[in-house]
């Protein structure tokens, strides 16, 4: 599948959800995957990317970020509070949000560095004990700390479970952010991005679908 035609479907997930053309941001998940192919994807004037790791984002974004204008640098993938302030120079959203510690990190660093990515919290929302995220009985509480810290929360993300339907998480994603007022929604992948946009998402991540599959280091 190529961007073109993701593209394609995700305007026609809009248009079936009655969603205004464009409203659903496509993020290019480019974590272990050559430069070249990141490179082409550029090429094709797209601009929103996700990593998974701080480390393989610092070596390859700020030398992209000189070549193309407008990148908008998404980090997806959990955030180690000792890597946070790396984190904050460099990308221009984090969706992993998911503890007090971290959260209380990224308010002292945006204090010291006048500015703050855009963030979104990770709701574990199948509660697996093997998954990061806040559990959805805690979210509400967790919104609410982090907004008294005065941290730019936009938007809730998830990432389902694999063997149970997407769209049952999607659904409840839309319903806590909805109650705290919030309009991001950082849920649907390759296999489900359709049914993430016909229950609200705002953000979508794709990777292998654009790039071809990972190659791992």
């Known amino acids: 599948m190529t961007l073109r035609e993701i593209s394609s479907l995700m305007a026609q997930a809009e248009t079936a959800a009655g969603r205004a053309a464009g409203s659903v941001t496509l993020i290019a998940v480019s974590k272990v995957q050559p430069n070249e192919r990141v490179k082409a994807v550029l090429d094709e004037g797209h601009r929103t ?110 990432i389902p479970p694999v063997n149970e339907e997407p769209a049952l998480h999607f659904a409840l994603l839309a319903k806590i952010a909805a109650r705290n007022g919030l309009r991001g929604l950082s849920m649907g992948m390759s296999s489900d991005f359709e049914r993430a946009i016909a229950l609200g998402a705002t953000h979508i991540r794709v990777g292998s679908a654009i790039f071809g599959q990972r190659v791992p280091a």
């Open 49 to 158: 990317f996700g990593e998974n790791k701080v480390q393989e984002a610092a070596g390859k974004w700020p030398e992209f970020k000189q070549q193309f204008a407008g990148v908008d640098l998404h980090l997806i993938g959990p955030l180690q509070s000792n890597k946070t302030r790396a984190a904050m120079e460099l990308f221009d959203a984090i969706h992993t949000v998911d503890r007090p510690k971290l959260a209380k990190s990224i308010a002292r660093l945006a204090q010291e560095m006048g500015h703050c990515p855009e963030l979104f919290i990770q709701v574990n929302t199948g509660e697996e004990e093997q998954k990061a995220g806040v559990l959805p009985a805690e979210t509400d509480a967790f919104i609410t700390e982090c907004q008294s810290m005065d941290l730019p929360v936009t938007g809730l993300m998830c």
